[in-house]
Structure formats: structure tokens, C-alpha cells
């Protein structure tokens, strides 16, 4: 049974820094690129960063660039997602999300829980 | 960036109800579309891929079409386990994956 599962959310202050982790199992995470998907309350989805199976390429959204890094460390079946000089517009639950095909970037079969990040003074 | 647009924003149904949603691509994105269903409180669930292939899984009730720029989600015979907010995203574009902005399904 596929299972993802975040972790580090909380409350931060603006121009802090949170990192999130997802650690996942019931597949070969080293086979998928794997995704962060936020949604600020009340919102839809955004779509934040991506990384492939090997962690050699990665893409970000222009609204994060710079300030979040995503990565993933495949001996321990986790993902992160380093997130430096947040905003208030940062605030969101953040899913991390598997690619549905091995090796490729598509759509997103399987979704974590969601882990809520709060950017407040 | 493709920029996708839904509508309705809100649909009110009734259960028995046939009911569609529309996502519309800023540009043509081949059939590259995928529909999640997504509860409140919950993680959104693929529910088509590729535009109209149902994951498995997902009741035969739900049904996608459309290519290129203009595409639906189809519903028929509402049930009460449908009534949610569905989302279309595009991966098309290798370099940022865009969602609609949602469809709520509500009960009439």
C-alpha cells in the first residue's frame, strides 16, 4: 500500500525557515519524481516544486524560487522541502504528491495527508 | 505560464443529477489533463488522467473528454459521496504544473 506521509509544519514568523519531510513507502521511491502541492485556506491548489526519481533535476514555481528547495533523500524513502525567508502568503497546508508514471513528470496519483504551515507574527 | 480556467465555480445539484464541468487551457495542451476530486479536510484523489482514462478504482459514473483547449468532467447519477470540489490540472508544460481554480458540488 502506497503511504506518504508529511511532517514539520507549524507556526513561523515571517523571514523564517521551516523544513518539511515526507516520508513515504509501499513503492520504489528512487522510480518516481515526486511534487510539493500547497493550498492556502480556503484556496485551491498550487502547485510549488518538483523532483525527479534521482534528485538531479528540479523545478519550481516563480512564486517560491529562490526561497524554497526542494530535495529527497532515497536510501531513507524521504522528501523535503527546505523553505527559507517565508511569507504570510506562505501560509497553506503542503502536500507532498507522487508521480503517477516512473520516470516522468505528470500528473500526481498519490497524495500525503497534508502538513499546515502558518507565516504570522 | 498555461493558466487554466474552470466553470462553474459552484454547482448545485441534486442527487440522480448529470452534471459537467468545464476546464478550458490557455493553450493547447494536447490531452495532458488530469480531474482530482478533493473533500474538505482531505488530500484531493486522481479520479482521470490523460483527459478521459478513469484510474482505477474510480466509479464508472465519472467520465472526461476533450483535447486541446476545452475540456469536461462529466458526472452522472450524482451520489451523495460525490458532492465535493473537483480541480483539473494540466501537465502539459514540464516547468509548472497549473490547477483549475476548483468546482464545488454542492447540494441543491
Known amino acids: 500500500e502506497v503511504q506518504l506521509l508529511e511532517s514539520g509544519g507549524g507556526l513561523v514568523q515571517p523571514g523564517g525557515s521551516l523544513r518539511l519531510s515526507c516520508a513515504v513507502s509501499?513503492?520504489?521511491?528512487?522510480?518516481?519524481?515526486m511534487s510539493w502541492v500547497r493550498q492556502a485556506p480556503g484556496k485551491g491548489l498550487e502547485w510549488v516544486s518538483s523532483?525527479?526519481?534521482?534528485?538531479?533535476?528540479?523545478y519550481d514555481a516563480n512564486s517560491v524560487k529562490g526561497r524554497f528547495t526542494i530535495s529527497r533523500d532515497n536510501p531513507k524513502n524521504t522528501l523535503y522541502l527546505q523553505m527559507n525567508t517565508l511569507r504570510a502568503e506562505d501560509t497553506a497546508v503542503y502536500y507532498c504528491?507522487?508521480?503517477?508514471?516512473?520516470?516522468?513528470?505528470?500528473?500526481?496519483?498519490?497524495w500525503g495527508q497534508g502538513t499546515l504551515v502558518t507565516v504570522s507574527s | 505560464d498555461i493558466q487554466m480556467t474552470q466553470s462553474p465555480s459552484t454547482l448545485s445539484a441534486s442527487l440522480g443529477d448529470r452534471v459537467t464541468i468545464t476546464c478550458r487551457a490557455s493553450?493547447?495542451?494536447?490531452?495532458?489533463l488530469a480531474w482530482y476530486q478533493q473533500k474538505p479536510g482531505k488530500a484531493p484523489k486522481l479520479l482521470i488522467y490523460?483527459?478521459?482514462s478513469l484510474e482505477s478504482g474510480v466509479p464508472l459514473r465519472f467520465s472526461g473528454s476533450g483535447s486541446g483547449t476545452e475540456f469536461t468532467l462529466t458526472i452522472s447519477n450524482l451520489q451523495p459521496d460525490d458532492f465535493a470540489t473537483y480541480y483539473c490540472?494540466?501537465?502539459?508544460?514540464?516547468?509548472?504544473?497549473?490547477f483549475g481554480q476548483g468546482t464545488k458540488v454542492e447540494i441543491k
Open positions: 509501499g513503492f520504489t521511491f528512487s522510480d518516481f519524481a
Open positions: 523532483i525527479s526519481g534521482s534528485g538531479g533535476t528540479t
Open positions: 490523460k483527459a478521459s
Open positions: 490540472q494540466q501537465y502539459d508544460s514540464y516547468f509548472t504544473w497549473t
Open positions: 504528491a507522487k508521480a503517477a508514471v516512473s520516470y516522468g513528470f505528470d500528473y500526481f496519483d498519490y
Open positions: 493553450q493547447s495542451i494536447s490531452d495532458w
